[in-house]
């Protein structure tokens, strides 16, 4: 069973930066996309960026500006660069990859990271 091995998670003043890693303990074949989401508490879980194997990427518009996702496909490793944070950005952020190809996809989740943005 592949696992998406998340890090650099933690507490960070506000206006610091964080830098978020993730890559899966095994072998992926066929990889289509990798990104992240985050959730807090009482909220849904929500998009903040992902990026395709052709380099398409979406953000999150409260975070545009702000975060950068970046990939290495060589090792199958998705950064996410996280910048002049904001009291509002603490959540657990969970990475996320989806595989395959159309019509049929199949996603991996991460264990999810504490960020946690306090003065």
């Known amino acids: 069973q592949v696992r998406l091995v998340e890090s650099g998670g933690g507490l960070v003043q506000p206006g610091g930066s964080l830098r978020l890693s993730c890559a899966p303990s095994?072998?992926?074949?066929?990889?289509?996309?990798m990104g992240w989401y985050r959730q807090s508490p009482g909220k849904q879980r929500e998009l903040v960026a992902t990026?395709?194997?052709?380099?398409?990427?979406n953000y999150a518009a409260s975070v545009k500006g702000r975060f950068t996702i970046s990939r290495d496909n060589a090792k199958n490793t998705v950064y996410l660069q996280m910048d002049n944070l904001k009291p509002d950005d603490t959540a657990v952020y969970y990475c996320?990859?989806?595989?395959?190809?159309?019509?049929?996809?199949?996603?991996?989740w991460g264990q999810g990271t504490q960020v946690t943005v306090s003065s």
């Open positions: 996320n990859l989806v595989f395959g190809s159309p019509p049929t996809y199949g996603n991996y």
């Open positions: 095994g072998s992926i074949f066929s990889i289509y996309s």
């Open positions: 990026i395709t194997s052709g380099t398409r990427i």
